[in-house]
């Protein structure tokens, strides 16, 4: 709605409205009769080329610049701008900054009306309220000009709630699409649960926080043969484990040349019985570490007493060798020694198996390069005459 001057009642045209002719003319009329009536206190009207304008300093005294055909107003301080020029008129008439604004209906394809727009001119804004919100790519026509594709200011379509129903939105018309502006920036798919708990982040909808529960660190252990290990929804930083972990997975439990897990096993597995196999000939067994070294590990199929036989020695004239049989990982207690430069010393040792436990011989040299050995070693049962090899 228009305003009106203090002291001439001038018409004030506002910010969303277009200058008129016919006001200005009014206006022109209104200072023509007033300047009449300068004996009856209206201050003094002079005239000139706006460059012969004199300084400011008495106040209420008029200047009316006959190269522009502008009136101007003497504060005592400073000129100001009393009345435009028709022309300068016409041409604010024909610039669109001061945004018109109009209501626009439809969903997508929008239509509205704003009166004196009979052309799209490039630079031109508007301000447009939006009945319904968007679901997609969209429209403006105003006043049947056409429709033009909306776009935001990367030049993309709109997204499907960009324009909310009821909401205000400034367009700049580019010569070819309206682009939107200040629509917030673009955002994508992310949805909370994409997102660490307690950390916001913006969407078309506003500020959202995120619900991926964060997990840290999970460390877990698989112990058993097809095991499973459930990972839980949500954040891990990277540091967890999921460790492989099986009982008794040693080579001495593995079929030799077998590989499992990594582990390759040295188990032989030999059949010792009454009336069958009586007696196993290992030939010669022997190391060359200053350590108990496993040289054989067997599984028996057969409970009862064996005798295990055998001669150690050492190649070395001086090296000692040592020898201890061990029953399903436990030793014996009777450890077998040679001493350097003195005859092989005979092994006669009886031991009780169960059928599927193990039998495990570990030697040492006193030296590493000196190479300990037992000949002749031999498993048998204990009650029976011992044979080489029967099978």
Excluded at 135 to 148: D, M, R, V, W
Excluded at 305 to 313: D, F, H, N, P
Excluded at 343 to 367: C, L, N
Aim: net charge negative; charged share 20%.
């Amino acid at each position: 709605m228009a305003g009106y001057t203090k002291n001439f009642n001038l018409k004030l045209p506002s910010d969303i409205e277009f200058y008129d002719i016919e006001d200005f003319n009014e206006n022109f009329e209104k200072i023509d009769q007033m300047a009449v009536k300068k004996g009856e206190g209206i201050g003094e009207l002079t005239g000139g080329a706006l460059s012969d304008r004199p300084e400011p300093g008495i106040a209420g005294r008029y200047y009316f610049a006959q190269d522009t055909g502008e009136i101007f107003l003497d504060t005592g301080e400073e000129w100001v701008l009393a009345a435009a020029s028709q022309k300068e008129l016409a041409a604010h008439k024909a610039d669109y900054i001061h945004l018109p604004y109009s209501i626009a209906d439809g969903t997508n394809n929008y239509t509205t009306l704003i009166n004196g727009i009979a052309s799209l001119v490039e630079g031109m804004s508007v301000k447009i309220k939006f009945t319904s919100a968007n679901t997609g790519a969209s429209t403006l026509n105003i006043n049947g000009l056409g429709a033009i594709p909306i776009k935001k200011s990367n030049g993309n379509d709109l997204s499907a709630g960009n324009i909310k129903a009821g909401q205000i939105l400034h367009l700049v018309y580019t010569g070819s699409v309206f682009q939107l502006l200040g629509e917030g920036g673009e955002y994508g798919t992310a949805q909370p649960n994409h997102v660490l708990e307690g950390i916001t982040f913006g969407t078309e909808e506003g500020i959202i926080t995120g619900t991926m529960p964060n997990r840290g660190a999970i460390n877990n252990i698989i112990t058993t043969q097809g095991g499973q290990i459930v990972i839980p929804e949500g954040y891990h930083n990277g540091s967890g484990i999921v460790k492989a972990q099986f009982a008794n997975l040693i080579a001495e439990n593995i079929k030799k040349g077998v590989n499992i897990g990594g582990v390759t096993g040295n188990l032989d597995e030999y059949s010792l019985s009454p009336g069958s196999r009586q007696t196993i000939d290992f030939g010669e067994i022997y190391t060359y570490s200053n350590t108990f070294t496993d040289v054989l590990t067997i599984r028996t199929n057969y409970s009862g007493k064996i005798r295990v036989t055998g001669s150690l020695s050492n190649y070395a004239t001086e090296g000692d060798a040592y020898l201890r049989i061990y029953v399903n990982n436990t030793y014996t207690g009777i450890e077998h020694f040679y001493k350097r430069n003195s005859p092989s010393v005979s092994i006669s040792q009886d031991i009780s198996v169960t059928a599927g436990g193990t039998v495990e011989i570990k030697m040492k040299s006193s030296y590493n390069e000196y190479k300990a050995y037992c000949s002749n070693f031999k498993l048998g049962i204990s009650n029976k005459p011992f044979a080489s090899k029967q099978y």
